[in-house]
């Protein structure tokens, strides 16, 4: 299957300062989706972005598929924006039906 | 507008015991997908159900099935539990099931040990 791998792992900050986290894979995807775990294990969707660039606040991601990667950057950190980020790649493999692929996680950790 | 809602939170079961989790999706939403997450493994899919039908699944034994209800709720079960199957297990739901152009929503999930 498609190897989907997320970096750093773990990242510590102090309030105020901005992140970048990356997610490469390693097939051509149809789509990709960037996700926050909050504590209490909900994964809210932040970003759905197959190319170019999105913002929303303090957070913007980008997608350069014909590289395979993506961006997610973090400004501004405050302790609210801990938690784990996930990516997932949706994949069509020989037919209709597709799927999601999840990387591993960056675990995001804002001190006050 | 109400989100995908996941019942129960916690449940204690123990090995050979079998489980039911339950799925509300966003109302007006058809698809709803399974997701697996455990330390080791992250987050793997299950299946997923549309209008009723089973589109897709992943590799999982057959332990692991599902359905879905004419209102789209969605109900999983294990049967047979082992002491690998603690997990978190998380629901989305979607309009149409195909993230490839739409976002899927996650329900906060019902955490599983067994004992």
């Known amino acids: 299957g498609i190897q989907v791998e997320q970096s750093p792992p773990d990242l510590i900050l102090q309030e105020g300062a901005n992140s970048t986290l990356r997610c490469n894979f390693s097939?051509?995807?149809?789509?990709l989706q960037w996700f926050h775990q909050n504590p209490w294990g909900q994964l809210i969707n932040l970003f759905y972005?197959?190319?170019g660039t999105k913002q929303n606040g303090r957070l913007s991601a980008t997608t350069v598929a014909t590289e395979r990667y993506s961006l997610l950057y973090i400004s501004s950190s405050q302790t609210t924006d801990s938690g784990v980020y996930f990516c997932a790649v949706w994949v069509y493999r020989g037919s209709t039906l597709g799927r999601l692929y999840f990387g591993r996680g960056t675990q995001l950790t804002v001190w006050p | 507008k109400a989100g995908v809602t996941q019942t129960p939170r916690y449940l204690i079961k123990t090995r050979g015991q079998q489980v039911t989790l339950s799925c509300s999706p966003i109302?007006?939403?058809?698809?709803v997908s399974w997701y697996q997450q455990t330390p080791g493994q992250g987050l793997q899919f299950l299946f997923e159900?549309?209008?009723?039908?089973?589109?897709n699944k992943g590799n999982f034994p057959g332990r692991f099935s599902g359905r879905q209800f004419s209102n789209s709720r969605s109900e999983m079960n294990v049967s047979t539990l082992e002491l690998g199957d603690s997990a978190l297990y998380l629901c989305a739901s979607s309009a149409l099931g195909t993230a490839a152009n739409e976002k899927l929503f996650f329900g906060s999930g019902t955490q599983l040990s067994v004992l």
């Open positions: 097939d051509s995807v149809n789509n």
């Open positions: 109302s007006g939403h058809r698809s």
């Open positions: 159900y549309f209008s009723e039908t089973q589109r």
């Open positions: 972005i197959p190319s």
